[in-house]
């Protein structure tokens, strides 16, 4: 990215005080590598053909609960079958001798 920018920079016919002067501090221990690489074409990742449209924001789901129930449909709405503890039942202790 450094290199580009200089690349960029000599290429605008700017002034030798104008070029831009890399801020990473190994970049100069890297010159060795100038004669060694060498860019490629790049590839894309996006399709051809993009939509011309894109969903507007209130057909899309606001929370990602919304989202699940969308796709599961209603059924996750049942309530399961558990059972039901009220509070002394969960707070009782069996006495435990003490020897």
């Known amino acids: 990215w450094e290199h580009k920018k200089i690349q960029d920079s000599l290429r605008s016919g700017a002034a030798a005080d104008q070029v831009y002067v890399p801020k990473l501090w190994y970049y100069q221990k890297l010159r060795f590598l100038d004669d060694q690489t060498e860019a490629r074409q790049s590839l894309s990742t996006l399709p051809s053909s993009l939509p011309s449209?894109?969903?507007?924001?209130?057909?899309?789901?606001?929370?990602?609960?919304?989202?699940?129930?969308?796709?599961?449909?209603?059924?996750?709405?049942?309530?399961?079958?558990?059972?039901?503890?009220?509070?002394?039942?969960?707070?009782?202790?069996?006495?435990?001798?003490v020897v």
Do not use: H, M, R, Y
């Open 53 to 97: 449209t894109l969903p507007s924001t209130s057909t899309l789901p606001s929370t990602p609960a919304e989202a699940s129930q969308k796709e599961l449909g209603p059924f996750i709405l049942d309530e399961v079958d558990a059972p039901s503890f009220n509070q002394d039942e969960l707070c009782q202790e069996e006495a435990v001798p």
